[in-house]
T-cell receptor
Framework: NAGVTQTPKFQVLKTGQSMTLQCAQD?????MYWYRQDPGMGLRLIYY???????DKGEVPNGYNVSRLNKREFSLRLESAAPSQTSVYFC???????????FGQGTRLTVV | GESVGLHLPTLSVQEGDNSIINCAYS??????FIWYKQESGKGPQFIID?????DKRQGQRVTVLLNKTVKHLSLQIAATQPGDSAVYFC???????????FGPGTRLSVLP
């Protein structure tokens, strides 16, 4: 039982490059989330998907797009990376109706 | 906007002592409050939650207290162990919402 799996674990991009962060969960959870974590700050919500087929903006959506490919997978895309997007990105999932969210190990992204 | 915050950014305790981590919130419409633990290099891990109509909830070695009068939340860890060293986040779930707002975190260091 892998839980929430994120790929890649580390990535370095040049300004203007694009990339997609992948997330998959095997717990049959309805809701999935993408957060970013910056030094000394808590997690800030980028986008979330309450169920398959729906996505909604969170607190800091600018510069990102998401796709809920199916119930298992929720990807985050940076179309044109900027240094301000240097951060650790976490994907999470939970069952609707419960508060416990399960997080992946994170993707450490550096934009130079 | 309304947010969750913490009184102390760092906390050092002796092994075996009790730890108290505090959190202030400002959104009266939150229906759940949650504590997460994040160890270095890992994603956050759920510890315990408390519903807004409760004032105390106990788990294994942990107790969460909620004081709605002063909008204050605390996490008490009994007999703190080296394995408790981590960053602790409080989060709140807004009523009928699907997402969570995280505080900036408190680093707990357990001294031998």
């Amino acid at each position: 039982n892998a839980g929430v799996t994120q790929t890649p674990k580390f990535q370095v991009l040049k300004t203007g490059q694009s990339m997609t962060l992948q997330c998959a969960q095997d717990m049959n959870h309805n809701s999935m989330y993408w957060y970013r974590q910056d030094p000394g700050m808590g997690l800030r919500l980028i986008y979330y998907s309450a169920s398959e087929g729906t996505t909604d903006k969170g607190e800091v959506p600018n510069g990102y797009n998401v796709s809920r490919l199916n119930k298992r997978e929720f990807s985050l895309r940076l179309e044109s990376a900027a240094p301000s997007q240097t951060s650790v990105y976490f994907c999470a999932s939970r069952i609707r109706g419960r508060t416990e969210a399960f997080f992946g190990q994170g993707t450490r992204l550096t934009v130079v | 906007g309304e947010s969750v915050g913490l009184h102390l950014p760092t906390l050092s305790v002796q092994e075996g002592d009790n730890s108290i981590i505090n959190c202030a919130y400002s959104n009266s419409a939150s229906d759940y409050f949650i504590w997460y633990k994040q160890e270095s290099g890992k994603g956050p891990q759920f510890i315990i939650d408390i519903r807004s109509n409760m004032d105390k909830r106990q788990g294994q070695r942990v107790t969460v207290l909620l004081n709605k009068t002063v909008k204050h939340l605390s996490l008490q860890i009994a007999a703190t162990q080296p394995g408790d060293s981590a960053v602790y986040f409080c989060a709140e779930k807004w009523n009928y919402g699907q997402n969570f707002v995280f505080g900036p975190g408190t680093r707990l260091s357990v001294l031998p």
